[in-house]
């Protein structure tokens, strides 16, 4: 099997000349994710609001980013339509990703590490979604966690290995926190908390362009490995059998 070195460069080759294609592929999902940002909703009713934008809407379109991000690590055609394919099954990726959340929060309840463990063993349902339209939702999550078994600990240091580019941005939002202080304090410039606010944001999506199909298609990489290993274990059993 590749190392995570080997398939973050195996990301990166299949990137080569579809970066373009793929920051406005991004662009968009943020366009949708952050809709709710647009139109003014009751102070009482936001949380509730964008929970259920974010699980009716999001995660279906979040599904087409990832099948389109798995298109390009396959080196295979894709158009901006994939990010909508997820409405075509629409059913059957809402109960799963409902199952995941559910899951994920009752397994961070109980502390940290059940929650990251748990999160990795589930980790390939996008993935595995587009691969099985015949499984059901709970049979896709047992799919993943079989899956991920002897894989999990891989998957966590490749996570890991994006570290430095979080911590890059964090320190650009500290450094926009400090600049905007400074300008307080001398009174000249005030910046207001909406502005702020908003630059932020702006700051986000420009860090999250590059970045965001760079760690997609190294999880698609990631599944490529974890299925050829999965399929050739396979075929060693049955020739064993035989």
């Keep these: 099997?590749?190392?995570?070195?080997?398939?973050?460069?195996?990301?990166?080759?299949?990137?080569?000349?579809?970066?373009g294609f793929a920051c406005v592929l991004t662009v968009i999902y943020f366009?949708?994710?952050?809709?709710t940002d647009l139109f003014p909703i009751p102070e009482d009713w936001v949380t509730w609001v964008e929970l259920a934008y974010a699980l009716l809407f999001?995660?279906?379109?979040?599904?087409?980013?990832?099948?389109?991000?798995?298109?390009?690590?396959?080196?295979?055609?894709?158009?901006?339509?994939?990010?909508?394919?997820?409405?075509?099954?629409?059913?059957?990726i809402f109960i799963c990703y409902f199952l995941v959340s559910v899951i994920l929060c009752f397994s961070f309840l109980l502390l940290i590490v059940p929650g990251v463990i748990v999160s990795l063993m589930l980790a390939l349902v996008p993935f595995i979604l587009k691969d099985?339209?015949?499984?059901?939702?709970?049979?896709?999550?047992?799919?993943?966690?079989?899956?991920?078994?002897?894989?999990?600990?891989?998957?966590?240091?490749?996570?890991?290995?994006?570290?430095?580019?979080i911590l890059l941005w964090f320190v650009l939002i500290?450094?926009?926190?400090?600049?905007?202080?400074f300008m307080e304090l001398s009174s000249s410039l005030p910046v207001s908390e909406d502005l702020m606010g908003w630059v932020v944001v702006l700051?986000?999506?420009?860090?999250?362009?590059?970045?965001l199909p760079y760690v997609t298609t190294s999880m698609a990489a990631f599944y490529e490995e974890v299925k050829a290993a999965e399929q050739a274990a396979e075929l060693k059993a049955e020739a064993e059998e035989k």
């Design 1 to 19: 099997m590749l190392s995570n070195s080997e398939i973050k460069k195996e990301a990166l080759r299949s990137l080569k000349g579809r970066w």
């Design 31 to 35: 366009a949708f994710s952050l809709a």
């Design 58 to 92: 999001t995660t279906i379109i979040g599904q087409g980013y990832c099948v389109s991000m798995l298109q390009i690590a396959r080196g295979e055609k894709t158009q901006v339509g994939t990010l909508f394919c997820g409405f075509k099954d629409y059913k059957r």
């Design 132 to 165: 099985h339209p015949e499984l059901g939702a709970i049979e896709v999550l047992e799919k993943s966690v079989q899956m991920m078994k002897g894989h999990k600990k891989r998957l966590f240091f490749l996570g890991l290995s994006f570290l430095g580019w």
């Design 174 to 181: 500290v450094v926009l926190a400090a600049v905007s202080a």
């Design 203 to 211: 700051m986000t999506v420009l860090f999250m362009l590059p970045f």
